[in-house]
């Protein structure tokens, strides 16, 4: 069974691009998560999904979006990049969310590495 | 201060020691996760635990919903155990927060 895939790996970017990062869940997983991650400030969540709607949203600005299909595959994109947007930013995917709570297993992806300059 | 306290930062042993990762949390929550995560950036799941204990190889996790806290031990440390080992609470209906992450070295 492939797992959580996302493209692409590596990414660079000028100040002031946009971006989308694509990352494909494992079959039959219908949520799908994005975090951001930085060496000085750690893993932070961005967005999470669930049959196409999105269900969290962390404390990003409104520069940070993102989309479900309805094959659960999810992008995010961000618009006018910054400098401090370099990351590595990785989803997660699980089999199933309530909407009260979500106590499954979270499988990720290997992440796309987005340097921006 | 953070929702998900770490420690230590940084954990160096020998090969064949006990290890022991302490990860303590100020909200309430549904799960905690632990992470490995090697150089390169994958991250794989360890344990998702909401109560009690559970074992995984030379892998255990713990978890005191009353206090709060959840311990990750290694038994017989390997160096190919050397990665940066991270705990996630899913709060209550609502997002995944991280701990920043113990770089964990294992000499041979």
């Known amino acids: 069974k492939a797992g959580v895939t996302q493209t692409p790996r590596y990414l660079i970017k000028t100040r002031g691009q946009q971006v989308t990062l694509s990352c494909s869940p494992i079959s039959g997983h219908r949520s799908v998560s994005w975090y951001q991650q930085t060496p000085g400030q750690g893993l932070q969540f961005l967005f999470e999904y669930f049959s196409e709607t999105q269900r969290n949203k962390g404390n990003f600005p409104g520069r940070f979006s993102g989309r479900q299909f309805s094959n659960s595959r999810s992008e995010m994109n961000v618009s006018t990049l910054e400098l401090g947007d370099s990351a590595l930013y990785l989803c997660?995917?699980?089999?199933?969310?309530?909407?009260?709570?979500?106590?499954?297993?979270?499988?990720f992806g290997q992440g796309t590495r987005l340097t921006v300059v | 201060k953070n929702e998900v306290e770490q420690s230590p930062q940084n954990l160096t042993a020998q090969e064949g020691e006990f290890i022991t990762i302490n990860c303590s949390y100020s909200?309430?929550?549904?799960?905690l996760h632990w992470l490995q995560q090697h150089p390169g950036g994958g991250i794989v799941s360890l344990f998702m635990?909401?109560?009690g204990k559970k074992k995984h190889g030379r892998l255990i996790a713990t978890i005191n919903i009353q206090e709060k806290h959840s311990s990750l031990h290694i038994t017989a440390s390997h160096p190919r155990d050397s990665a940066v080992y991270i705990c996630?609470?899913?709060?209550?209906?609502?997002?995944?927060?991280f701990g920043e992450g113990t770089q964990l070295t294992v000499n041979p």
């Open positions: 996630a609470v899913r709060v209550y209906g609502s997002r995944l927060t």
């Open positions: 997660a995917s699980s089999l199933h969310r309530t909407l009260l709570q979500a106590n499954t297993e979270a499988f």
């Open positions: 909200v309430g929550i549904s799960a």
């Open positions: 635990l909401s109560s």
